[in-house]
């Protein structure tokens, strides 16, 4: 049977229409559906309200999401671990102790390259400014000294300080208290922690001045290092320090070795050194002299001559 073209036209407009009309009503008026894999369902307050039963709510939903859960779990525990792994390292590892020297006294010279064998740059002897390194076991030194090493000028960053000064004359005494009030501003800010000092003291052994400084009368300085004998050595937190040579005055340094200790002496004694007026050394030359040991010592006396 054939179906006229007319029919056939609204046939086709007719379906167009109702099928439109089917497609308005499911877009503005039809209830949406979700299927399983997109949509959750749960109670909004796990609970009853008002006698009722609570209404259900949808929700995207993740299919992986406890999977994912459990990753960042179990990502979180090995970063945490591994931050507690660094933290016993970190604890492990040996500390070191960082050690500043301030070189303002002769003798500080010796203790650096005499003593501790450390470096000096620059090497000129009568540069304004030397400064040097080492490491020695878990400590590491730094060496300062020079007439241009001043007061909060010379670079921090240490936790312990070795303070090197000259109390042998009045002049001195006063120089070296300007560096202890200085020092002791710094244990005060928190700078500092720990304070020694290494003391060309008097012969007399009038060094009073520095008693109001020690830990033990109130003070900051830890550990003193003292030159010529004093009442006060107890080889707890007061020392007696070598003297030393003058290395500012050319004398050479000596490695120890063998053939010094057994090699035989051509001397009996030897005095190096300067003369100060009314000071013991005036008294060994005499005795020196007086008792005929001049032929049997080396010596070579200086008159007195300052020095920082």
């Not at 400064?131 to 590491?140: A, K, T, V, W, Y």
């Not at 009045?170 to 290494?198: D, F, G, I």
């Amino acid at each position: 049977m054939k179906i006229p073209k007319r029919k056939l036209f609204l046939l086709i407009i007719f379906a167009y229409v109702a099928f439109s009309l089917y497609a308005a009503y499911n877009v503005f008026f039809s209830t949406k559906v979700l299927s399983r894999v997109h949509r959750v369902v749960k109670k909004e307050n796990s609970g009853v309200r008002d006698g009722g039963v609570a209404p259900f709510l949808t929700e995207e939903w993740n299919p992986w999401e406890d999977e994912q859960v459990e990753y960042n779990s179990a990502l979180n525990k090995r970063r945490e671990a591994f931050k507690q792994h660094l933290g016993r390292i970190d604890k492990n590892k040996p500390k070191r102790h960082k050690v500043q020297i301030w070189g303002k006294a002769a003798i500080g010279l010796y203790l650096w390259e005499h003593i501790l064998e450390g470096p000096l740059s620059p090497t000129d002897k009568v540069a304004q400014w030397r400064e040097g390194e080492l490491q020695s076991g878990r400590i590491d030194f730094s060496f300062y000294t020079g007439p241009a090493v001043v007061q909060g000028h010379v670079p921090l960053g240490m936790n312990s300080l070795v303070l090197i000064l000259n109390g042998r004359e009045q002049q001195k005494v006063s120089y070296s208290t300007r560096w202890l009030e200085h020092v002791k501003t710094m244990v005060q800010s928190h700078t500092v922690s720990h304070v020694a000092v290494v003391l060309l003291g008097n012969e007399h052994c009038n060094n009073d001045w520095i008693g109001p400084y020690l830990k033990r009368n109130g003070g900051f300085v830890e550990l003193l290092f003292l030159v010529y004998d004093s009442p006060w050595v107890n080889d707890k937190d007061v020392f007696q320090w070598p003297l030393g040579v003058a290395t500012y005055r050319q004398f050479p340094m000596i490695r120890p070795n063998p053939q010094l200790i057994t090699s035989n002496r051509p001397y009996l004694c030897n005095f190096l050194g300067t003369v100060y007026k009314n000071s013991s050394r005036e008294t060994l030359m005499r005795v020196l002299r007086q008792s005929g040991l001049e032929k049997e010592c080396i010596t070579a006396a200086r008159e007195n001559v300052g020095h920082y």
